[in-house]
C-alpha cells in the first residue's frame, strides 16, 4: 500500500482538495463544513488578498487514487519581516488514521520550508487571523462555531509523534447568556462613559454599521497587534472582509465604543449560531443552504461571539466591560439562552479572566504547534 502525494496546481484540483473533509468527516455530528465558495475564495492565489504577500503551496495524499489527507502550507512574509523570524505555517490539514499519511503529508511542507529557508514550522494557521486556526486538543463531543476548526482526537497525537512540540493553547468559554449583568460592572461601566466622554453605538441595520467598517478593522489591527504571529491587515484586505462580512452582521448583537472624536475603541461582535444551518447546507449556499442559514439568521435563541478588543490606548480602563455588558444586555432582551465566546489565546490574560465575572464552563481547547527545523 504505497501513499502518492500529489501538488494542487489547477482550480479543478483546489475543489478536491476543498471537498476532501466532506468524505472524512461523513457521519460525524460534530464537524461543521464550511461553505465551498468561502474556502474557494480563501486557497484561490487570484482571490485572497493575502496572497499578495504570501505564499503557498497546497498537497494531497493518495492511496489507490483514493484521497487520504490534505494539507496547505504558507509563508507570510509581512509576519516573518514583523516577528524576525522565519516560519513557514501549516494548514488545512486532514488525513486519515495513519500516520504514515500525516508523515507523508508533513514532509511536503518540511520540505519546502528547507528549500526556502525556514527555521520553523507551526500552526495550524491560515494566510491571517481572519482565518480559521488551531487544533482541538479538548472537546472533541462538543459542536464548535463555523469560525472555528473541528479535527478527530487522533490528529494532535500524530503531529506530536512527528515532532510538533505543543506551544500555545486557545480556549473558548460555554456560558448562560441570558445571566444579569452585576451591579457593579454597571456602575463602573457608567462611571468609565462619563469619566472618558465615551458612547454606545446604536444601530437599526447592519447597513447603518458598514459606513464604520474600516474604522472597525483599524481597531481591530491595533488591539491584536502584539499577539502571536499577528500581522495588521491592508487596506486591501480591509475592503474585502468589510465587503464579505459586515454586510449581514446582526446590529442587536454588536457593540462599538465611540470616543468623542467618533473614533472606535473597543469593540464586540457575536451572531446567531450558525453550525447546524451548515451542516444542512452541506458546504453548498445554492439551492438550499443559503434557506437554512436565512432560518437560522432569523430564529435563535443560541449565540456565537466571534470578534472582541479594546484599543491599546484604551487598555486598563474598564473598556471591555463595557461592550460585554452592552451584548449581554441584548442577549437578554432577544431571549438567548447560551453563548459561546470566540477563542482567545490562554497567554492572552486580560482576555480570558474578563470571563471570571460570569458564569461559564470551559468549552473547547485548541492548540497550536511548532518544529524547529535548524
Not at 495524499?61 to 501549516?90: C, L, Q, S, T
Not at 445554492?286 to 470578534?307: R, T, V
Not at 487598555?315 to 477563542?343: C, D, F, H, P
Request: one cysteine or more; hydrophobic letters at 40%.
Amino acid at each position: 500500500m504505497s501513499i502518492t502525494i500529489k501538488e494542487i496546481k489547477t482550480k479543478s484540483e483546489l475543489k478536491n482538495f476543498i471537498k476532501f473533509p466532506f468524505s472524512l468527516f461523513k457521519g460525524n455530528k460534530y464537524w461543521v463544513p464550511p461553505l465551498n465558495s468561502d474556502e474557494m475564495q480563501t486557497l484561490r492565489w487570484d482571490k485572497n488578498p493575502a496572497f499578495d504577500y504570501c505564499e503557498a503551496r497546497y498537497w494531497m495524499a493518495y492511496i489507490d487514487k483514493k484521497p487520504v489527507g490534505r494539507i496547505a502550507a504558507i509563508i507570510n512574509h509581512r509576519a516573518n519581516e514583523k516577528w524576525n523570524y522565519k516560519h513557514m505555517r501549516f494548514g488545512w490539514v486532514d488525513f486519515i488514521e495513519d500516520i504514515e499519511v500525516a508523515r507523508a503529508l508533513f514532509n511536503e511542507v518540511e520540505n519546502w520550508a528547507s528549500e526556502k529557508s525556514m527555521d520553523v514550522i507551526d500552526g495550524p494557521f491560515g494566510f491571517t487571523d481572519m482565518d480559521n486556526e488551531g487544533m482541538l486538543v479538548d472537546g472533541f463531543d462538543k459542536m464548535p462555531t463555523i469560525v472555528n476548526i473541528y479535527n478527530y482526537p487522533y490528529y494532535p497525537k500524530f503531529v506530536e509523534e512527528l515532532g510538533y512540540v505543543r506551544q500555545d493553547d486557545w480556549i473558548q468559554f460555554k456560558f448562560n447568556a441570558s445571566q444579569p449583568v452585576p451591579e457593579k460592572m454597571e456602575r463602573l461601566n457608567k462611571l468609565i462613559l462619563e469619566k472618558y466622554n465615551l458612547r454606545i453605538g446604536k444601530f437599526k441595520s447592519a447597513k447603518e454599521i458598514l459606513p464604520y467598517g474600516r474604522k472597525f478593522f483599524q481597531t481591530l489591527n491595533k488591539s491584536f497587534v502584539n499577539l502571536y504571529g499577528f500581522v495588521e491587515l491592508t487596506d486591501k484586505e480591509i475592503d474585502h472582509y468589510v465587503k464579505t462580512y459586515l454586510s449581514f452582521i446582526q446590529p442587536d448583537l454588536v457593540c462599538l465604543v465611540f470616543d468623542e472624536h467618533d473614533d472606535i475603541v473597543a469593540f464586540g461582535i457575536s451572531m446567531p449560531t450558525l453550525s447546524r444551518a451548515y451542516q444542512k447546507a452541506k458546504g453548498k449556499l445554492f439551492p438550499f443552504g443559503f434557506f437554512h442559514i436565512l432560518k437560522a439568521l432569523k430564529s435563535y435563541n443560541e449565540i456565537d461571539l466571534y470578534l472582541n478588543g479594546v484599543h491599546p490606548d484604551w487598555r486598563k480602563k474598564g473598556v471591555a466591560s463595557i461592550y460585554y455588558a452592552e451584548m449581554n444586555k441584548a442577549y437578554i432582551r432577544l431571549g438567548i439562552k447560551t453563548a459561546i465566546s470566540n477563542q482567545q489565546l490562554v497567554s492572552n490574560h486580560d482576555a480570558v479572566a474578563m470571563w471570571n465575572n460570569y458564569e461559564n464552563e470551559p468549552y473547547l481547547r485548541r492548540s497550536f504547534f511548532m518544529k524547529q527545523l535548524q
